[in-house]
């Protein structure tokens, strides 16, 4: 087997990392970063760029900048989310044809896998041209809240990208084993909280790691639609307000100015990480009839704090919740790991010590940790790491179930349940002489089905005729390493069964996927 590269495929910034000496290492792309922007760019001169140079000429070409793709992967066109980032991207966001989402760019519409794969194709040249040698295999971090479909479409990203997704493993999880891979004072049992607040996404996960290398992830919670990028959007928002009021002129109709405000935005807040005010100066921002206009402002931390109070607020509740579910109290917890570029807001920490009541540990890199640990478990699975054991018992995010009589959700497998795991439960059928029942798949909390995520459906046909409630249907569970889903159905009378593997009922065909693996092969720039 060759060398497994660990991949965190990030909302902003993506990250590779390989074993080399039995140890993680970061790869520098050929830019020279550690990071890699998310970012994806379709030029006037029909070329395709990624990473730093897609980023770099995005106040020019807004329209064709693709980013941030990361909050639509998986996601259905109609999903309140995807409706909400229309409002505030630069690009089109259009409906495909699997009630997915697609991006037009260039006249071309692509979906968000096909965006992420361009970006995991340039962290797999940039392996291949540090190690000399080809890379196929891969492990692949998603957010612990990520669900089903989000889960799939990641999978299927990999592919088209000439991957071979081995393991697609939780964000806090991969953090979790970066932190205990060098750790000098090895406790034999730790209660681990890993607050995770990235660019597009937020999560709380509560470990418990033992010795022998057992990471058993006890809860989990979070939003798959907060991060950064929203605190970025309020200080846009702040400027723009600002500026219609001095200049009478709405910056919300110019892309390229709202672009250039991005990019002050993002890096006055990373200033203020830092300092307690900074200067947002952009020339030439618009002009009018008498002439051109200059946007010049100061922004405080404690106007950003104010910006941005009820984005920082609404990491509380699933973290109280979290702590909940593993049936813990903050003074348990031995040690909080940050991570994601939003945690070194002052106003994040200090939130995170009110929530735990005790400080954060600050020596590790919250850009880098997961795909660092993502490395130690590629690490693991391909041999490299034989002397270091780990064995993760990791949770499902959201509850699994299906739709039953009157629109109602019945749970077969609880939210935080460990996997793998299986579960199966007898129904029967609603209706008198009724020959075949409609399974719909559903994902989520709520106790209406039309309120969850509907993963799938399948039918179960050739039922005996009988009165209502006679037929015995067995429907069965089952959920794999990777978290991903297998439901079947079984007649006990007949023992026909059907069966379905959950693939991400808003993404792509497996045909359409071999279609843009052959397409991408021989594509990089």
């Given at each position: 087997m060759g060398k497994i590269i660990g991949i965190d495929l990030g909302t902003t910034n993506s990250v590779v990392a390989i074993i080399e000496g039995g140890k993680p290492v970061i790869i520098e792309?050929?830019?020279?970063?550690?990071?890699?922007?998310?970012?994806?760019?379709?030029?006037?001169?029909?070329?395709?760029?990624?990473?730093?140079?897609?980023?770099?000429?995005?106040?020019?070409?807004?329209?064709?900048t693709i980013f941030s793709v990361k909050r639509l992967i998986g996601r259905r066109y109609t999903d309140e989310e995807v409706q909400k980032a229309k409002k505030y991207l630069p690009f089109k966001l259009v409906p495909g044809g699997h009630t997915d989402v697609k991006i037009e760019a260039k006249g071309k519409n692509y979906s968000p896998q096909e965006i992420s794969a361009m970006v995991l194709q340039k962290l797999k040249k940039s392996a291949e041209d540090h190690i000399g040698e080809?890379?196929?295999?891969?492990?692949?971090?998603?957010?612990?809240?990520?669900?089903?479909?989000?889960?799939?479409?990641?999978?299927?990203?990999?592919?088209?990208?000439g991957l071979n997704v081995l393991r697609i493993i939780n964000e806090p999880t991969a953090a979790a084993f970066a932190y205990k891979f060098d750790k000098k004072d090895k406790k034999e049992y730790e209660k681990v909280a890993v607050?995770?607040?990235?660019?597009?996404?937020?999560?709380?996960?509560?470990?418990?790691?033992?010795?022998?290398?057992?990471?058993?992830?006890?809860?989990?919670?979070?939003?798959?639609?907060?991060?950064?990028?929203?605190?970025?959007?309020?200080?846009?928002?702040?400027?723009?307000?600002?500026?219609?009021?001095?200049?009478?002129?709405?910056?919300?109709?110019?892309?390229?100015?709202?672009?250039?405000?991005?990019?002050?935005?993002?890096?006055?807040?990373?200033?203020?990480?830092?300092?307690?005010?900074?200067?947002?100066?952009?020339?030439?921002?618009?002009?009018?009839?008498?002439?051109?206009?200059?946007?010049?402002?100061?922004?405080?931390?404690?106007?950003?704090?104010?910006?941005?109070?009820?984005?920082?607020?609404?990491?509380?509740?699933?973290?109280?919740?979290?702590l909940e579910d593993a049936k813990l109290k903050a003074e348990d917890i031995d040690e909080i790991i940050l991570v994601g570029g939003q945690t070194r807001m002052p106003k994040v920490q200090e939130t995170v010590k009110r929530i735990f009541g005790k400080e954060a540990n600050k020596g590790i890199n919250p850009d880098e940790v997961v795909a660092l640990g993502a490395a130690i478990q590629a690490g693991q699975l391909g041999g490299e790491l034989k002397d270091k054991e780990i064995l993760l018992i990791d949770v499902t995010p959201l509850s699994l179930g299906i739709e039953t009589l009157g629109g109602v959700a019945t749970k077969l497998i609880e939210k935080n349940t460990s996997i793998p795991t299986s579960k199966s439960q007898i129904f029967s059928t609603a209706a008198d002489n009724q020959s075949a029942v409609d399974i719909n798949v559903l994902q989520g909390e709520r106790s209406m089905a039309k309120d969850n995520t509907s993963?799938?459906?399948?039918?179960?046909?050739?039922?005996?005729?009988?009165?209502?409630?006679?037929?015995?249907?067995?429907?069965?569970f089952d959920i794999d390493v990777n978290g991903i889903?297998?439901?079947?159905?079984k007649d006990l009378g007949t023992q026909k069964e059907q069966k379905i593997t959950i693939t991400a009922s808003s993404g792509l065909t497996d045909?359409?996927?071999?279609?843009?693996v052959k397409e991408t092969e021989n594509l990089f720039i």
């Open positions: 792309n050929a830019e020279g970063g550690r990071t890699t922007p998310s970012t994806v760019a379709f030029t006037k001169k029909g070329e395709r760029l990624v990473g730093l140079l897609a980023k770099r000429q995005a106040v020019t070409n807004p329209e064709n080809k890379i196929s295999d891969a492990v692949i971090t998603v957010p612990a809240y990520f669900g089903d479909n989000q889960r799939e479409a990641t999978k299927s990203a990999g592919k088209i990208a607050f995770d607040l990235g660019g597009g996404t937020f999560d709380i996960s509560i470990l418990d790691i033992g010795e022998e290398g057992v990471y058993e992830v006890k809860s989990t919670n979070g939003n798959t639609f907060l991060g950064g990028d929203d605190f970025d959007q309020e200080i846009i928002d702040w400027l723009v307000v600002g500026f219609k009021k001095d200049n009478g002129i709405d910056l919300k109709n110019d892309q390229m100015a709202l672009q250039r405000l991005k990019e002050a935005a993002e890096k006055a807040k990373c200033e203020l990480s830092s300092s307690l005010e900074t200067e947002i100066n952009l020339p030439f921002i618009t002009a009018d009839a008498s002439g051109p206009k200059h946007l010049s402002v100061t922004l405080t931390r404690a106007k950003l704090e104010q910006l941005t109070a009820d984005l920082i607020e609404s990491t509380v509740k699933p973290c109280y919740t979290a993963l799938g459906r399948f039918q179960l046909v050739g039922i005996p005729l009988a009165p209502r409630g006679i037929p015995q249907i067995e429907v069965s889903v297998n439901v079947k159905a045909e359409e996927i071999d279609k843009k």
